[in-house]
C-alpha cells in the first residue's frame, strides 16, 4: 500500500514539474515576443519622424511607458520565479504585468482611433464643400427661373437635371462612406436608371440616416423641378427649388453636426492626454525638487556631504530632469499639432528651458538655493496648465451635456474649437510675464554677483538673457494674435 501511494505521489509530483515546465517556456517566449515588440515601437518611432508627428509621439509614449515600467526586465523576473517555481510570486507578477499591457495597447489603439477620426472629418469637410457648391448652383438656377418668362424655361431642365446628378453623386459617396447602401432609398434617375430598394421594405439592410433621407427629398424636390421647367410652370418650379434648397440646407445641418461631434471627441481626448502628462510631470517634478532641497540640506549641513556622494546624487536627479524634459517635448508636439493652445506651449517651452537649466546646475552639482528656485517656477508653471486644461475638461463636458439646447451649436459648424479658451490662455500669458520678470531680476542678481570675481566667466548667462528675449517678443506676438483673433 505505502509502495502504491509513493508511486502516485511520484506521479503527480512528475505532472506538475511537466506542467511548470510549459509554463515555464510559454513565459519564457512571452517575453522574447514582448522584447521583439519594443524593438518594432524603436524602429517605428524612428521611420515615422516628422511625416506623422501626432503618431511619432504616441509610439514614443508607448515606448517610454514600457521603458519606465521595465516590463522586459519583469518579464524575465516572471520566467525566473517560474524555473524555480515560486508560483504565488508569478502570479502576483503576472496580474501587474496585465495592467500594465493593458495601458500600452490603449495607447496603440489610440493611434488607430486618432486615423479614423482624421479620415471621417476630411470626408465630412469634403462632403461639406461640395454640398455648397450644389447649393450656389441651386440658387442660381433659382434665380433664373425667377427672372425668366414661362415659355422660356424648358432650357434650363438640363441645368436643373445637371444639379441633381451631381447631388445622387455626393448622396452615393455618403450612403458608402455611412456604411448604408446607395440604393436605400427610392431614387429616379435619367436613361439607364434601375429601381432601387424602397424605405422601409424588406429589401432595406441599413435604416437611412437623416443626411441620406434629406438628400433623398431633395433629389425628389429636383425631379418635381426639371418636370415644372419643362412644363413651363413657372410658380410651381420656384416652390421645387425653394424646397431644394431648404432640403440641402438639412443635409448641411447633418454633416456640420457630425463635424462638431468629430471635433468635440478629438478635444476632449487630446485634453485627457494632456492632463494625463502635465499630472506625471508635475509629480515628477515636485519629486525632483524634494530630493534637490534635501540634498542642498545636506551638502550645506554640519558636517558637509563628501564631493563624491554629491555628485551621484546630483547626476541621478540631472537623468530624472531628462526624463521630464522629454515628456515636455512630446507634450510640445501634441500641443503644436493642434495649433490653438499658443500661449499654452510657449508657457511649456519656458518650462522646458527652466527644466534644461536645472539640469546643466545638476549635473554641475549646483544643488542650491538657485537651482531650487527654478525648479519652484517649473512645479508653478505646470499646475497652472493643469489646472487649466481642468477647466477646459469640465467646460467641454458641460457644452457636451447642453449641446442639444444651445442654439449657437446649431450653426457655424466650420469653425474649429479652440482647445484652451481665450480667457484661460489670457491668464496663462499673465503668468508667463510674471515668471520672465523673476527670471530677469534671478539673472541680474548672479551676473552682478559674478562680475565681482575678475576671473568669472558670464559667457552662461548670455544664453539665458537671449531666451528671455526670445520669450518676452514671443509673449508680444501671441498677445496680438488673440486680441486679432478675439476682434475677427
Not at 57 to 75: H, N, P, V
Not at 80 to 89: G, K, V, Y
Not at 161 to 168: F, G, K, S, V
Request: hydrophobic share 35%; aromatic share 2%.
Amino acid at each position: 500500500m505505502f509502495c502504491r501511494f509513493a508511486f502516485l505521489g511520484s506521479f503527480v509530483a512528475l505532472g506538475l514539474a511537466v506542467q511548470a515546465q510549459e509554463l515555464t517556456d510559454k513565459q519564457r517566449i512571452l517575453a522574447g515576443r514582448y522584447a521583439q515588440l519594443e524593438q518594432i515601437l524603436l524602429r517605428l518611432t524612428e521611420t515615422s519622424g516628422n511625416s506623422n508627428p501626432r503618431q511619432t509621439a504616441l509610439l514614443k509614449k508607448a515606448l517610454f511607458e514600457s521603458k519606465d515600467k521595465l516590463l522586459i526586465q519583469r518579464f524575465e523576473t516572471l520566467v525566473r520565479a517560474l524555473e524555480r517555481r515560486q508560483l504565488s510570486n508569478a502570479v502576483a507578477g503576472q496580474t501587474e504585468i496585465e495592467q500594465d499591457l493593458l495601458l500600452i495597447l490603449q495607447l496603440l489603439e489610440s493611434v488607430n482611433r486618432e486615423e479614423k477620426r482624421d479620415q471621417e472629418k476630411e470626408a465630412v469637410k469634403e462632403f461639406l464643400k461640395d454640398l455648397e457648391d450644389i447649393l450656389h448652383r441651386e440658387r442660381t438656377v433659382k434665380n433664373q427661373t425667377q427672372r425668366q418668362e414661362p415659355q422660356n424655361l424648358p432650357p434650363l431642365e438640363k441645368m436643373q437635371q445637371d444639379i441633381r446628378l451631381q447631388t445622387q453623386t455626393l448622396r452615393d459617396r455618403i450612403a458608402e462612406h455611412e456604411g448604408a447602401e446607395s440604393g436605400t432609398m427610392s431614387q429616379e434617375t435619367e436613361e439607364g436608371s434601375q429601381e432601387q430598394k424602397q424605405p422601409g421594405t424588406r429589401q432595406e439592410k441599413t435604416p437611412p440616416t437623416p443626411t441620406q433621407w434629406a438628400l433623398h427629398r431633395a433629389l425628389e424636390r429636383m425631379k418635381q423641378a426639371e418636370q415644372k421647367l419643362q412644363n413651363t410652370e413657372k410658380e410651381g418650379a420656384i416652390e421645387e427649388q425653394e424646397e431644394t434648397i431648404a432640403e440641402l440646407h438639412r443635409v448641411k445641418e447633418e454633416l456640420e453636426k457630425i463635424l462638431r461631434q468629430l471635433r468635440e471627441e478629438e478635444l476632449m481626448q487630446t485634453l485627457e492626454k494632456l492632463e494625463a502628462r502635465f499630472k506625471r510631470m508635475l509629480q515628477q517634478e515636485q519629486t525632483i525638487r524634494s530630493l534637490t532641497e534635501k540634498l542642498f540640506h545636506e551638502v550645506s549641513g554640519k558636517p558637509p556631504l563628501d564631493a563624491r556622494q554629491t555628485k551621484i546624487r546630483a547626476d541621478r536627479l540631472a537623468v530624472e530632469q531628462q526624463t521630464v524634459i522629454e515628456d515636455a517635448e512630446s507634450t510640445l508636439l501634441l500641443l503644436r499639432d493642434d495649433g490653438t493652445a499658443q500661449a499654452m506651449a510657449e508657457s511649456l517651452l519656458q518650462a522646458r528651458f527652466d527644466m534644461t537649466d536645472v539640469k546643466t546646475r545638476l549635473l554641475q552639482t549646483a544643488a542650491d538655493a538657485a537651482t531650487l528656485a527654478v525648479e519652484d517656477a517649473i512645479i508653478d508653471a505646470l499646475q497652472e496648465m493643469l489646472e487649466a486644461i481642468q477647466i477646459t475638461i469640465m467646460e467641454a463636458k458641460e457644452r457636451q451635456e447642453n449641446a442639444e439646447n444651445q442654439q449657437q451649436l446649431q450653426q457655424g459648424g466650420e469653425e474649429e474649437e479652440p482647445l484652451i479658451q481665450i480667457l484661460t490662455e489670457l491668464r496663462m500669458i499673465r503668468s508667463m510675464q510674471h515668471r520672465v520678470n523673476e527670471r530677469t531680476a534671478r539673472y541680474d542678481t548672479e551676473i552682478k554677483r559674478a562680475l565681482e570675481n575678475p576671473d568669472a566667466d558670464v559667457t552662461p548667462f548670455k544664453r539665458a538673457v537671449e531666451e528671455l528675449a526670445r520669450q518676452q517678443n514671443r509673449i508680444s506676438r501671441i498677445l496680438h494674435e488673440l486680441k486679432i483673433g478675439k476682434t475677427n
